[in-house]
């Protein structure tokens, strides 16, 4: 199985510079490729080859004065762009298809200079050395080597985030590492108030960093929007709140990747529910709660790391009538309605505990909505 190993870079200014120009170049080749196949859809006609693409926009757009400065870096990094761009078309036709699982994939979209910046290299490319890493037409980064490779790269990215750090991602080949067998399974209820509740009653907190540190987003964003775009003085309060959100996104991911890394280790198997996080986020009074958790996430750090390590991974449906059903004898007790705590099975009196995201208080107002309503309706 494939896996990937990201590690941060330190880059000179003079390496700044140039990653800089292969950014640039790496995009625009993209985005004249994407903005040529967008004109042949709409005269009807079928899209270029990649090889053709390739043969237009990086051998023959090199020959022109208007993109003469293209041969200026890595013609490696050119080519994986418009390989990566070939994939996403695929992805795209075979989701529309059908041929495809998961939520449907949108189309290619074109690069903006204000996101985040890559560019991938394969082999030929770039050489690991022991402190360092050497990329063809950049020279050698100083790395941090948080943690060995376990074999060699088969590919490298580099990434420039809006927070103006560098990092490189190495996609390597790894085998499974099977954990010892164990009979202990876990059922994993994901909540708001509770991120996480088990099915031996253990809860987990979540560190929840946007919530605790939304005044100073505020400041640094109403800061931001008193600054004239294009000034410099907007780039550095928007590196501002880049490098807050990158700080949130970091509290986060380590928050989960722990968890899952425990759940996994202790567990044979581990049951999650199918929640709908997309449809959720609509919902205005709940979409920062529900970002600032990351469930998405979680579940994918948890299907990976079964994958990686042995262990069974299993989703229940959100339709399934998890509340309704005895979990000592499987008998189904009926829809409850939402102010019920507790319940009794009538078949062999097992009495079970319900947790609840919505508070009293919510419950109570939903009832006077509907009184309002009813009233109305009757007059």
């Known amino acids: 199985m494939k896996a990937r190993f990201k590690y941060r870079i330190y880059p000179t200014p003079g390496?700044?510079?140039?990653?800089?120009?292969?950014?640039?170049?790496?995009?625009?080749?993209?985005?004249?490729s994407l903005a040529y196949c967008q004109q042949k859809y709409k005269s009807g006609?079928?899209?270029?080859?990649?090889?053709?693409?390739?043969?237009?926009?990086?051998?023959?757009?090199?020959?022109?004065?208007?993109?003469?400065?293209?041969?200026?870096?890595?013609?490696?990094?050119?080519?994986?762009?418009?390989?990566?761009?070939?994939q996403a078309y695929q992805n795209f036709f075979k989701s529309t298809?059908?041929?495809?699982?998961?939520?449907?994939?949108?189309?290619?979209?074109f690069k903006s200079r204000k996101s985040k910046q890559t560019a991938r290299f394969t082999k030929g490319g770039f050489k690991v050395g022991q402190h360092k890493i050497y990329l063809a037409k950049i020279g050698k980064l100083k790395i941090v080597w948080s943690r060995e490779l376990p074999t060699a790269p088969s590919s490298v990215t580099v990434i420039k985030d809006s927070a103006h750090r560098y990092f490189l991602?190495?996609?390597?080949?790894?085998?499974?590492?099977?954990?010892?067998?164990?009979d202990n399974s876990v059922g994993i209820d994901l909540g708001i108030k509770t991120f996480a509740t088990f099915s031996d009653?253990?809860?987990?907190?979540?560190?929840?960093?946007?919530?605790?540190?939304?005044?100073?987003?505020?400041?640094?964003?109403?800061?931001?929007?008193?600054?004239?775009?294009?000034?410099?003085?907007?780039?550095?309060?928007?590196?501002?709140?880049?490098?807050?959100?990158?700080?949130?996104k970091d509290t986060r991911t380590d928050f989960l990747h722990k968890?899952?890394?425990?759940?996994?280790?202790?567990?044979?198997?581990?049951?999650?529910?199918?929640?709908?996080?997309?449809?959720?986020?609509?919902?205005?009074?709940?979409?920062?709660?529900?970002?600032?958790?990351?469930?998405?996430?979680?579940r994918t750090f948890l299907e990976g790391k079964a994958e990686k390590y042995g262990r069974d991974f299993?989703?229940?449906?959100?339709?399934?009538p998890t509340s309704q059903v005895c979990s000592n004898c499987g008998f189904k007790g009926g829809k409850l309605d939402l102010q019920v705590r507790e319940w009794e099975c009538l078949n062999c009196g097992a009495k079970h505990v319900l947790r609840r995201e919505?508070?009293?208080?919510?419950?109570?107002?939903?009832?006077?909505?509907?009184?309002?309503?009813r009233t109305r309706r009757q007059a």
């Open 45 to 86: 006609e079928k899209k270029s080859s990649n090889s053709e693409l390739q043969k237009l926009f990086i051998t023959q757009a090199k020959k022109t004065e208007e993109r003469e400065w293209l041969s200026e870096v890595s013609n490696i990094a050119l080519q994986q762009s418009l390989n990566d761009l070939n």
């Open 169 to 182: 991602s190495f996609v390597v080949e790894i085998q499974p590492e099977i954990l010892p067998k164990t």
């Open 97 to 109: 298809q059908g041929k495809r699982k998961g939520r449907p994939i949108k189309p290619p979209k």
């Open 201 to 248: 009653g253990t809860k987990i907190d979540a560190p929840k960093p946007l919530k605790k540190r939304i005044k100073k987003l505020r400041k640094l964003s109403k800061s931001l929007s008193h600054k004239t775009k294009g000034s410099k003085r907007y780039e550095k309060a928007r590196i501002r709140v880049a490098k807050f959100h990158a700080t949130l």
């Open 15 to 32: 390496q700044k510079y140039r990653l800089a120009k292969l950014f640039g170049c790496v995009r625009v080749v993209w985005n004249d």
């Open 358 to 373: 919505c508070s009293d208080k919510y419950i109570s107002r939903g009832r006077a909505v509907r009184d309002i309503k």
């Open 259 to 298: 968890l899952s890394t425990e759940i996994i280790r202790e567990n044979q198997t581990i049951v999650l529910e199918d929640l709908n996080v997309s449809g959720m986020i609509k919902n205005r009074k709940l979409s920062r709660a529900i970002s600032d958790l990351g469930w998405r996430t979680f």
């Open 314 to 320: 299993r989703v229940i449906s959100r339709w399934e």
